[in-house]
């Protein structure tokens, strides 16, 4: 099972371990209430060796990135990037885990700063945007407009992910790339006409 879905799978046992503990809360059995505890240090021991495991690939896969021929290190921070995008999606969306989130997204912003060190730039993350998975294609399409790559194409793709109205991190993500994104074209456009 890849971390993303353990950690959906996680996901799914702590809302089961929520209503469960409701009701056994609601009794007075000791017993019961000591298994409860056991089984929610269970599972927040699981998602802290998933968050482990997921932040020690995507460090080692930075780093190796960095260190390796850039015919090898730019597809491989690709798919360290969707990884990425993906585990904190999950963190975010599934556990509301802004902390294990935040982590993520800074090696994310490592993977970009290694990028814009290649000959391809931050614009091998263009492949991104015909990804299946609108979480992929939110964040590729962030890191581009960050620096106002491709904006013809991006902008278009971050409106309708913004526009799925789902309350999820891709919709959050598409937002303020695109509101960060107008707020520097006013502003470009407020110097030249100075």
């Not at 290190?73 to 509301?96: Q, R, T, Y």
């Not at 993977?111 to 992929?136: F, P, W, Y």
């Amino acid at each position: 099972m890849n971390t993303e879905d353990a950690i959906a799978k996680l996901a799914e046992d702590i809302d089961e371990w929520f209503e469960e503990g409701r009701s056994t809360l609601a009794v007075p059995d000791r017993f019961a209430h000591e298994r409860a505890m056991i089984r929610g240090m269970r599972i927040v021991q699981e998602l802290e060796r998933l968050k482990t495991h997921g932040l020690k690939a995507l460090k080692s896969t930075v780093a190796n990135a960095t260190s390796t021929a850039e015919n090898e290190g730019v597809p491989s921070l690709i798919k360290a990037f969707v990884v990425g995008a993906k585990l904190a999606a999950a963190l975010h969306d599934e556990l509301l885990d802004t902390d294990g989130e935040n982590k993520i997204v800074r090696l994310m912003n490592d993977m970009a700063a290694a990028l814009d060190k290649t000959s391809q730039g931050r614009t091998a993350l263009a492949e991104l945007l015909d990804h299946s998975d609108r979480r992929v294609r939110a964040s590729a399409g962030a890191y581009l407009l960050i620096k106002n790559l491709m904006p013809d194409r991006v902008v278009p793709i971050l409106r309708a992910i913004e526009e799925g109205h789902q309350g999820s991190s891709a919709e959050f993500t598409a937002h303020w790339a695109l509101l960060d994104w107008e707020l520097k074209q006013k502003a470009t456009a407020i110097d030249r006409n100075k």
